[in-house]
Structure formats: C-alpha cells, structure tokens
C-alpha cells in the first residue's frame, strides 16, 4: 500500500519534457467548466469546475440584514462567506470557519463590491455562500470568479463581471494557475483579480519572491489568462439563456401541435 503523505512535495516541478507536472505548459491554465442555476432555493448561483477545484456559489438579496446593527441606512451591503468544507482537503478541515477563511471572505467581498450598486440599496444586504468541496490550489480566484458569475444569474446589476486567476513562478520559471503542489512548492504565488467595467485589478497579492520585471511578465500573464476565463464566464451565462430559448420555443411547438 504507498501512503500519501501531504507534506512531502516533489523536488522538481518540470518533468523531463518541460512540462508541468500535470502535463501543462507554463502558461496553460488547468481546465475550467462552469455553469450557472445550479441552486434552486438561491437567487443566484453558480458551479466551478476548475482543475481538482470543486465549488458552488450561492446569492441571495438584497434583503433585510441579519442581525439589524449591520445594516446602513444609506447603503446596502455585501457579505462573502467563503467556506471549505471539512472533506475538501487531505487533512481533515476543521469545520469552524478559520482565519484564513474569513481572510479569503474579505478578499472576495473587496474584489466584487466595486462593481455592485450598493448605493441604490440602503438598508439591505446581498450575500454569497461559497463552499469549496474540493480544494486543490487557487480556491480564493475560482471562489471569486463563480461568486460574480453567481451574482449576474442572480440578476444583481452589476458593472462588470470579475474574473481571478492566479499567477506566478515556480522552478525557476513563471507560470499561469498554479495548482496546489505548485502552490506549495513554489517560489511565488500572485492572485490576481480584475474588474472588466474599468480593467483595473480589484486584487493583487502576493505570496514569495520574484524580481521586478518578473512581476511585470507575471501582470501581463495574469490578463492573458483572465480574457480566457472571461469568455469562459460570458459563454456560461449564454448558455442558460439559450436554454430558456429553447425550452421556450419547444414548448411553443407541443402547445400549437
Ligand atoms: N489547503 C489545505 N488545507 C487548508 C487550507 C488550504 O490543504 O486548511 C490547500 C488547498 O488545496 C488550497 C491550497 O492549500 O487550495 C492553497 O491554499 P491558499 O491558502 O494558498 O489559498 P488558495 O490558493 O486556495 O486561494
């Protein structure tokens, strides 16, 4: 029987053939699949699939604030609980929500909030539940690009959408997406996030160390990899409204049959 042990990383992340260790190539982002109305009880939801990531983003509101105190009388709102779930890691995850995700909640809201009306919604709140159910690297980028995705089936007005990806160098070598190993083997790790509505970057952290043109080269990847996970995001809510079409225009068909 070979036991897994979580902490023994690999020395080498490139194979023989300069490939990552999951077959990509350095810019290559891990497979991606989304979908939304996933939820029924939800206003709004969303599913990612996003390389061994599995997570689901539920949105609710506006509606009245729970508890009262939190409420702003010129203002509405939004609260982000991001939340792992105790089965999506290799150590069992405690189940009270840690620091790190309260952290990840915080990241998350500040991303989404600029491109929310909140002004137009005084004394009302908007939340997201986000639960990852498998965990394998970038949760915090897949979180917040399926929470905007959920917000806009939610048919919350938005100015944008927001996409995330992650960033960074790993081996010696700048790579897009880093999985969890790289993630954790790594020399550098950037999340990055961006606002469509003014292309600006509603997030930029950084975790390792990289030098000052590599930090430019890492910018430029990052919006490389965000257009690709834009239209990714695009097609997702297209394809709901080219089912309501269709559901429409079959059933057009039976009732005049
Ligand atoms: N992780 C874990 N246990 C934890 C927290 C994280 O195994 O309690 C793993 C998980 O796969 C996560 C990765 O470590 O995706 C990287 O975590 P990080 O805090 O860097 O956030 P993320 O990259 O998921 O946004």
Known sequence: MTLLIQDEYPEKLFRDDGKRLDGRDPFELRPIKMEVDV????????????????????VYGPREVHPHHLAKPDRGILRVFYRMATFSVFDRKRP???RREKEISMIISDCLEPVLFLELYPGTSFEIFIEVVDADGGTRCASTTVAALALADAG????????SCAVGKIGGQLVTDLSGIEDKAGEADLPTAITWFNDELSLLQFDGQISQSELEKCLDMAKDALDKIYSMQLDALKRKYIKIQEDAENQGGATEE
């Open 39 to 58: 939820i029924k009880n939800a206003d709004g939801s969303a599913y990612i699939e996003w390389g061994n990531n599995k997570i689901f983003a539920s």
């Open 96 to 98: 009270a929500p840690g």
């Open 156 to 163: 919350v007005p938005m100015r944008s959408l927001v996409t």
